[in-house]
């Protein structure tokens, strides 16, 4: 059975708890294995929209206690703008409470205005990223030092230690992130579809992957990352997908009731199209 994802909508400018929680429902109805958020720390004038979003992991653990019986994860958290520990312990606390349903989404980020304003640099956004996944996965597994280039510690005692660790999904498409994921992902998370790349991971790894797809029905656009077009057409394209090493998609929908109508839309005439769903 392939897996299916859908987004939920943590903000902007009419933001509603209410929907939030609606879309997680309705979700949950419709057959989504799970629901995910985003994040942005900060943005600038041109890119302010993009700025509008709740803190995924307090939006999923908001939804988590209204909605159960779906996964909750993040796409992505923005690793290099966090400390390692506090990612470590907040993923883990959604692990937990969630009983072992949360994934952890994350990403390095892609606007470097987004980066000077938060005061974090840009350049080493990558390595940094990378060192924080390893002290992740040592605090989980109970070790109590490390020494690396931005991070050392020893004698640390970390709580809580997630027992099964929650899935690390490695956002980007670079072949920075492509290495990151077989070096720590369970799932690698592109945007979009870059297909030419599917089989280069799949190649000698156990991992899964799961792009994030926007689906935009009825209409073209000209966002290589979009699926659009009839509800053939986008069929179609997913199906591609699937044939040359996609597992599955979490799928994107804009409008302003938060996708409502067209999350039913994928899941009772697109989904059910898919090659391996049931």
Not at 45 to 57: N, Y
């Amino acid at each position: 059975m392939i897996e299916l994802g859908v987004t939920i909508p943590t903000g902007g400018d009419d933001f509603s708890r209410e929907r939030m929680v609606l879309v997680a429902e309705l979700a949950r109805e419709l057959g989504y294995q799970h629901v995910w958020a985003g994040e942005h720390l900060v943005a600038d004038s041109a890119t302010a929209d993009r700025g509008k979003s709740l803190d995924p992991f307090v939006s999923l653990a908001w939804v988590a206690s209204r909605v159960g019986g779906i996964g909750i994860g993040t796409s992505v958290v923005l690793l290099p703008m966090r400390h390692p520990f506090r990612v470590a312990r907040e993923a883990a606390t959604l692990q937990l409470l969630s009983e072992d349903h949360f994934s952890l989404g994350i990403g390095v980020g892609w606007n470097e205005a987004e980066f000077r304003l938060a005061g974090y640099g840009f350049s080493d956004r990558g390595e940094r990223a990378d060192e924080a996944l390893r002290v992740i996965e040592t605090l989980w597994s109970g070790g109590t030092s490390f020494h690396g280039e931005f991070w050392s510690f020893d004698d640390a005692c970390f709580y809580p230690r997630p027992n099964p660790p929650p899935q690390i999904w490695i956002g980007g498409n670079s072949s920075r992130a492509l290495a990151r994921a077989r070096r720590h992902g369970d799932v690698w998370h592109p945007n979009g579809l870059p297909e030419e790349a599917f089989a280069l991971l799949k190649d000698g790894w156990g991992g899964r992957i799961v792009p994030r797809v926007p689906i935009v029905f009825d209409r073209e656009v000209s966002d290589p990352y979009t699926v659009c077009g009839s509800e053939a057409a986008i069929t179609a394209r997913l199906n591609q997908a699937l044939a040359v090493g996609a597992d599955g998609f979490l799928v994107c929908f804009e409008d302003a009731e938060g996708g409502i109508a067209q999350m039913r839309r994928f899941a009772h005439q697109v989904a059910p199209r898919l090659r391996g769903a049931r």
